[in-house]
């Protein structure tokens, strides 16, 4: 199966500031067949990215990815007090899919 | 908008059977998706259980597929997630999901249902 590695684990940010997040798999996604979710605490998922880089419905615009291959960046351009959560990626290429173990964004 | 609700115990007892069912809503259970079990332990990542479609064709995750059976159920617009052989391991919120994409066995996720908790202790 695909391993997803997500970097950093913690993220320490302020409002307002840019946010990059990383996730490496340890090989080729076909088709860039990669997602990103936000979870909030004991909230469910949230997808915010397929594809790579469309963002799903009613996702803002400050949400944005970017990738191919191996390495795929999920990027927030300018943190608002709603988004520090724990992201996910996910690879739905091959199967079985597989998630990143997460990167937390908390307030600095 | 789709709303999709586990149901099931909350606790089950080691080497039993786990047993959840996801009531689907606003959406026909028949329609082109693998709908999909997800779970995720305590203050951990997440993992695909399994999936399956309105024909009753069904794909699992290797690392759980010895122990795994998910069924449909359309009359009832449901589908269901048995686990065997439960261990604390086992212990993780659950959930029910559907893909983003029609008649793909692997795919995103965009709706979920809000999980259920399922602790295995005696």
């Known amino acids: 199966e695909i391993v997803l590695t997500q970097s950093p684990g913690t993220l320490s940010l302020s409002p307002g500031e840019r946010a990059t997040l990383s996730c490496r798999a340890s090989q080729s996604v076909s088709s860039s067949y990669l997602a990103w979710y936000q979870q909030k605490p004991g909230q469910s998922p949230r997808l915010l990215i397929y594809?790579?880089?469309s963002r799903a419905t009613g996702i803002p615009d400050r949400f944005s990815g970017s990738g191919s291959g191996t390495d795929f960046t999920l990027t927030i351009s300018r943190l608002e007090p709603e988004d520090f959560a724990v992201y996910y990626c996910q690879q739905y290429g091959y199967s079985p899919g597989t998630f990143g173990q997460g990167t937390r964004v908390e307030i600095k | 908008q789709v709303q999709l609700q586990e149901s099931g115990p909350g606790l089950v007892k080691p080497s039993e059977t786990l047993s959840l069912t996801c009531g689907v809503s606003v959406d026909s259970i028949s329609g082109s998706y693998y709908w999909g079990w997800i779970r995720q332990p305590p203050g951990k990542g997440l993992e695909w259980i399994g999936s399956i479609y309105h024909s009753g064709s069904t794909y699992y995750n290797p690392s759980l597929k010895s122990r795994v059976t998910i069924s449909v159920d359309t009359s009832k617009n449901q589908f269901s997630l048995k686990l065997s052989s439960v261990t604390a391991a086992d212990t993780a919120v659950y959930y029910c999901?559907?893909?983003?994409?029609?008649?793909?066995?692997?795919?995103?996720?965009?709706?979920w249902g809000q999980g259920t908790l399922v602790t295995v202790s005696s």
């Open positions: 999901a559907r893909p983003g994409r029609t008649a793909m066995v692997t795919s995103y996720f965009d709706y």
């Open positions: 594809g790579a880089s």
